[in-house]
């Protein structure tokens, strides 16, 4: 059994910063890689940052220069960075784990979700 727990969600003014953390625990093998989501009311889950055990990272294009997306690999920790929030950041931000439970059984887990509220 795999727990991903998020943290760092909050309310905040336009132009202010959080930073979200998620860390994974359980039985995992090994991870490909971590990341996060995000859905706005009325919108579908689309994709935020992500990073792979190698460190290589994608950003969607509406957040490439404001946030940054790490990961403390020994902690199986991943974090975002979010600065120069904007009301359309206005989101369930989710975290998203891409692991090995043993060698050959790959799967994919979503955390419970963290609200960030942009205010303008």
């Given at each position: 059994?795999v727990?991903l727990?998020e943290?760092?969600?909050g309310?905040?003014?336009?132009?202010?910063?959080?930073?979200?953390?998620?860390?994974?625990?359980?039985?995992?093998?090994?991870?490909?890689?971590?990341?996060?989501?995000r859905?706005?009311?009325?919108?579908?889950?689309?994709?935020?940052a992500?990073?792979t055990?190698?460190g290589t990272?994608?950003?969607a294009d509406?957040?490439?220069?404001?946030?940054?997306?790490?990961?403390?690999?020994?902690?199986n920790?991943?974090?975002?960075?979010?600065?120069?929030?904007?009301?359309?950041?206005t989101a369930?931000y989710y975290?998203n784990?891409?692991?090995?439970?043993?060698?050959?059984?790959r799967?994919v887990?979503?955390?419970?979700?963290?609200?960030?509220?942009v205010?303008s």
């Amino acid at each position: 059994q795999v727990q991903l727990v998020e943290s760092g969600g909050g309310l905040v003014q336009a132009g202010g910063s959080l930073r979200l953390s998620c860390a994974a625990s359980g039985s995992i093998f090994s991870i490909n890689g971590m990341g996060w989501y995000r859905q706005a009311p009325g919108k579908e889950r689309e994709l935020v940052a992500v990073i792979t055990s190698g460190g290589t990272t994608d950003y969607a294009d509406s957040v490439k220069g404001r946030f940054t997306i790490s990961r403390a690999n020994a902690k199986n920790t991943v974090y975002l960075q979010m600065n120069s929030l904007k009301p359309e950041d206005t989101a369930v931000y989710y975290c998203n784990l891409d692991f090995y439970l043993v060698p050959s059984l790959r799967f994919v887990d979503w955390g419970q979700g963290t609200q960030v509220t942009v205010s303008s």
